[in-house]
Every structure is written in C-alpha cells, then in structure tokens.
Nanobody
Framework: QVQLVESGGGSVQAGDSLRLSCAAS????????MGWFRQAPGKEREFVAA????????YYADSVKGRFAASRDNAVNTLYLQMNSLKPEDTAVYYC?????????????????????WGQGTQVTVSS
C-alpha cells in the first residue's frame, strides 16, 4: 500500500504560479514513477505530467508543456508540480498517482489504468 496526500492548491489569478506537493508513505517512494492528473467539473480525469522513479524522464500533456514542471525528491518521499502562467482552463482538482512501472512503460504514460494508488486531490482555481 502507498498513501498519497496532495497539498498546495488554492485560488489564484491568471498568470500566477502554484506549486503542488504530493507526500508519499508506505512502500519506498523511489520504487515508483509518478503522475499528475486533473479533473474539472463534468469532465473526465486527464493526464497532466509524469516522472520516472529517478526523475530522469518526464512527460507532459501538450496543454501544460512549457508551463508546468514535475519534479521529485526521493529523500523526502515527495513529488512536486510547479505550475506557472496559470490559465482559467487549468482549474480542476489535481491528483497524484503511482505508476505501475518505475520507468513509465508503456509510453506515453497517459492512461489512468496504468496508475494504481491515488491521492485525494487538491483544488486549483484560476480566475481571469
């Protein structure tokens, strides 16, 4: 079992930045590649970003590429999502999850079915 707890969400203006955190406990955090997803009201959960167990490989949805950056600190069992130049369409509940493969296979790692443990989510609201 892995427990994931997201934090860092909030209400901001368009153009602002936020950094989300995902604290992991249970099995060794460095065993897992990780992903970020988001879900807006009335929409399906969508892939945002993923990072391999070492942090050496990252992958982003086109909608956030160049604005968001995933990183991790295995020493403190924490995953991060730095979100810059936020837009109203980024408004959603953001979730972190563990990937079934440490090296993000199959690639690209966008399917929710390839993730097994999920956090409870943190709300991000961006106003124009």
């Amino acid at each position: 079992q892995v427990q994931l707890v997201e934090s860092g969400g909030g209400s901001v203006q368009a153009g602002d930045s936020l950094r989300l955190s995902c604290a992991a406990s249970g099995r060794p955090f460095s065993n897992y590649a990780m992903g970020w997803f988001r879900q807006a009201p009335g929409k399906e959960r969508e892939f945002v970003a993923a990072i391999s167990w070492s942090g050496g490989t990252t992958y982003y949805a086109d909608s956030v590429k160049g604005r968001f950056a995933a990183s991790r600190d295995n020493a403190v069992n924490t995953l991060y999502l730095q979100m810059n130049s936020l837009k109203p369409e980024d408004t959603a509940v953001y979730y972190c999850a563990t990937h079934l493969s440490p090296i993000l296979r199959p690639f690209p790692p966008i399917a929710t079915t390839n993730y097994n443990y999920w956090g409870q989510g943190t709300q991000v609201t961006v106003s124009s």
